[in-house]
């Protein structure tokens, strides 16, 4: 019923010689080191593999290590040939320009302290002096240009000299540009009489005038003037302006002489504007009215508001280069006891 236990006394297997041993050693491993992994077929391992952009890998040299693989033999050759060349060929060759680097550097930080030290000179010595030098001489001249003219009255009459013997009519302008920077000055806000004389002081006529300055009326028109005017400068907004107050024959036939000429009128008159920039137009000539008076005017393109106004007023030919111009003359002739026409005219004839 029960199994026999197993005693000391059973039969012990026999142990085997020592000659009947396997050793085993390392050398199969190293004759084989993949073993079980070792490529059973090598000659796919020798084809060339063509990745997905074509490129061509060469193919490895077999070996019994995976980790050892040689290289093309062309390589070899070129290890070789680098490893041949002579030493002398891998020292870095100096540039032959290089040793004179250093005194263009030289040569050029010379010049520029040179440069540098004749612009501070020039800008701390010579400059200030030749600026006061500069500024002295500028301020001469407008003093003895101030002091060649005379002072502004604003109640009474000024004269106003020109050569009529050898007139210029750009030196007139000149001298009229003068005395309305004058008239600006005094800040008036009324216009400023002046009567026009000749280098001996003596008053001079309107056709004298209207030749020496340059206007260009027709005889037709000016055989309707008398010989006496008053020339006015009015302070239109901090610019000068001129205006002319001239005796006439014949209300009537100055009209109609003036109506004929409306048309060259800008460019007759144009040397008595005083502004640079301005453009004369073919416009027609409009009417207006001021306090009842009746006005004919034109305005010329101008940032200034220039413009040709004028009226027959008191028998006189009254003609202004702004709106105001005309205006302010007709309001002077109303309320004051100003200059007018005979002014000159009792003196011219």
């Given at each position: 019923m029960f199994e026999k236990k197993?005693?000391?006394s059973e039969p012990q297997k026999p142990v085997p010689s020592i000659d009947k041993l396997s050793i085993h050693t390392m050398k199969k491993d190293l004759a084989n080191p993949l073993g079980a992994y070792a490529v059973k077929n090598p000659a796919v391992v020798s084809q060339p593999v063509q990745t997905k952009n074509t490129e061509r890998v060469s193919p490895q040299i077999k070996t019994s290590s995976p980790f050892l693989t040689e290289a093309p033999s062309n390589n070899k050759i070129s290890v070789a040939k680098k490893a041949s060349e002579p030493i002398e060929n891998k020292i870095l060759i100096k540039n032959p320009g290089s040793k004179h680097i250093f005194p263009v550097i030289v040569i050029v930080l010379i010049v520029s302290l040179a440069v540098g030290g004749g612009y501070y000179f020039w800008k701390t010595r010579v400059a200030p002096s030749w600026s006061a030098k500069k500024s002295a001489s500028q301020n001469q001249e407008a003093s003895a240009g101030a002091a060649t003219l005379p002072a502004i009255a604003t109640d009474k009459p000024n004269y106003l000299s020109i050569d009529t013997k050898n007139p210029d009519a750009s030196a007139i302008k000149k001298t009229l540009a003068d005395y309305a920077g004058k008239v600006t000055q005094?800040?008036?806000?009324?216009?400023?009489?002046?009567?026009?004389?000749?280098?001996?002081?003596?008053?001079?006529?309107?056709?004298?005038?209207?030749?020496?300055?340059?206007?260009?009326?027709?005889?037709?028109?000016?055989?309707?003037?008398?010989?006496?005017?008053?020339?006015?400068?009015?302070?239109?907004?901090?610019?000068?302006?001129?205006?002319?107050?001239?005796?006439?024959?014949?209300?009537?036939?100055?009209?109609?002489?003036?109506?004929?000429?409306?048309?060259?009128?800008?460019?007759?008159?144009?040397?008595?504007?005083?502004?640079?920039?301005?453009?004369?137009?073919?416009?027609?000539?409009?009417?207006?009215?001021?306090?009842?008076?009746?006005?004919?005017?034109?305005?010329?393109?101008?940032?200034?508001?220039?413009?040709?106004?004028?009226?027959?007023?008191?028998?006189?030919?009254?003609?202004?280069?702004?709106?105001?111009?005309?205006?302010?003359?007709?309001?002077?002739?109303?309320?004051?006891?100003?200059?007018?026409?005979?002014?000159?005219?009792?003196?011219?004839?």
């Open positions: 197993p005693t000391n005094t800040k008036t806000v009324t216009p400023v009489a002046f009567i026009v004389t000749d280098a001996q002081n003596n008053p001079i006529s309107f056709q004298d005038f209207a030749q020496a300055v340059g206007l260009t009326l027709p005889q037709s028109l000016t055989a309707q003037l008398g010989p006496g005017f008053t020339l006015y400068m009015y302070n239109d907004a901090g610019k000068t302006r001129i205006g002319l107050a001239t005796a006439e024959k014949n209300d009537a036939q100055l009209a109609a002489a003036l109506i004929q000429e409306e048309s060259n009128l800008p460019k007759d008159i144009e040397p008595l504007f005083l502004a640079s920039s301005y453009t004369l137009n073919n416009r027609s000539f409009g009417s207006s009215t001021y306090n009842g008076i009746p006005i004919r005017y034109n305005n010329i393109i101008s940032p200034d508001n220039l413009s040709v106004d004028y009226t027959i007023y008191q028998n006189q030919w009254l003609i202004g280069t702004t709106e105001l111009t005309l205006r302010s003359t007709v309001d002077l002739l109303n309320s004051q006891t100003a200059p007018t026409a005979g002014n000159n005219a009792a003196n011219s004839q």
